[in-house]
């Protein structure tokens, strides 16, 4: 998937210029100029176009997220779909196939090791509360929302190294809900069932 953003006509100004009188705009290919006449300096905007390539991908069964692995060992059965939508899009839904029709559904993503995460979980019928931890079995049952962290190994200097930020969220799908919980194999795996 490649997207391209072409620079476009201006159709908006901020609301402090709107109550100022006179002002002209003029848009070229790689240029914004809006002159504020009454003694205003005008103000120049670089523009250029600007491409988007798809940032998380399931490659050599690993889930990749902008060059980090966050999971290793996806099975065959996990799908990626890439978000679409109209403008920059960097996101992909994450799914899983079944030979059979369940009310309840587990399926494991991958592992998660050495990778710092937050999560929310359940822990009451009507409470959730936060819990941290790095591996697959800390994930808790009923978690609604996992943040991972992850760093580039790769560079020496680990202050100076990009850090990536990559959210989990459940959703509901047609009557079935989902959660993600961890098992003893650091595995992270998501939870769907319908309640029938």
Request: charged share 20%; aromatic share 8%; with cysteine.
């Amino acid at each position: 998937m490649l997207r391209t953003a072409p620079v476009q006509q201006l159709r908006w100004l901020p609301p402090s210029w709107k109550s100022r009188a006179h002002h002209s705009v003029q848009v070229s290919r790689s240029r914004l100029r809006i002159s504020l006449i009454r003694n205003y300096k005008p103000l120049v905007f670089r523009c250029s176009t600007m491409t988007v390539t798809p940032k998380i991908s399931i490659n050599d069964g690993n889930l990749v997220v902008h060059g980090k692995t966050v999971l290793t060992g996806v099975p065959d059965n996990i799908v990626l779909t890439p978000g679409s939508g109209v403008g920059l899009v960097a996101g992909a839904f994450i799914g899983a196939t079944a030979s059979d029709s369940k009310s309840l559904h587990v399926f494991p993503m991958g592992v998660l090791e050495d990778l710092r995460f937050m999560c929310c979980f359940r822990f009451k019928l009507w409470w959730m509360t936060q819990r941290m931890g790095t591996c697959g079995k800390d994930v808790p049952l009923e978690t609604q929302f996992m943040l991972v962290e992850s760093k580039d190994n790769t560079e020496g200097d680990q202050d100076d190294a990009p850090t990536i930020y990559t959210v989990f969220l459940p959703l509901l799908e047609g009557q079935f809900r989902s959660v993600l919980q961890g098992n003893d194999k650091n595995e992270i795996e998501i939870c769907l069932e319908s309640g029938e």
